[in-house]
């Protein structure tokens, strides 16, 4: 396989974003949910007018992995939207992040997920939070392995259906330390 490239997604990227993003969530999670449910989810979370605003937000920010010219996987992050008293202004969120089947397990997403945090630590150790399923126990693993911890639930919408949704969150502390080595300066992620 082509060595992959992470770089920012910029507005003219709108399309190619807002298509890796549906891809991903319906290749990961479709059979759960009714087609109808799936339907109004995906014309909401990855409309094309959406997609673009959010790459215009300078609070937030997304990034492509592209391969021999085509996108293999994505990831967005800005300030933290998840439904938990603790959340701050302040507060980070790894709000999606996807790689399609063939391109896990295989290093890249340590690369991306690396990429992303440097980007919610440039201004200094903050706080980082993400929402994954209950069910999604592979994510659970490699946020736990990375010093996040379950601090919190909630009902996620998809259409009509409601998702049993984890919060993790990782307390202010430097990404570059392992989790459990050192001394921790503030912040955390899922």
């Not at 709000?95 to 399609?100: A, G, S």
Request: hydrophobic share 40%; glycine share 12%.
């Amino acid at each position: 396989m082509p060595d992959p490239i992470i770089r920012r997604a910029r507005p003219e990227d709108a399309q190619a974003l807002a298509a890796i993003g549906a891809r991903t969530f319906s290749d990961t999670f479709a059979h759960l949910y009714p087609p109808e449910d799936l339907e109004t989810f995906l014309a909401e979370a990855y409309g094309l007018d959406q997609t673009r605003r959010n790459l215009t937000d300078t609070a937030k920010a997304a990034w492509l992995v592209e391969a021999d010219g085509q996108v293999v996987g994505y990831a967005e992050a800005g300030p933290c939207a998840l439904p938990h008293p603790e959340v701050t202004a302040a507060c980070g969120e790894l709000k999606r992040f996807y790689l399609l089947k063939d391109w896990q397990n295989g290093g890249l997403g340590r690369r991306l997920f690396t990429e992303v945090i440097g980007w919610l630590q440039a201004e200094g150790p903050r706080d980082v939070w993400i929402g994954v399923w209950s069910e999604n126990y592979g994510a659970q693993r490699f946020y736990g392995r990375e010093g996040f911890e379950k601090v919190g639930e909630y009902g996620f919408e998809v259409g009509k259906t409601i998702d049993r949704e984890f919060i993790l969150r990782k307390r202010g502390v430097d990404f570059a330390t392992p989790a459990g080595a050192g001394e921790a300066r503030a912040h955390d992620l899922a």
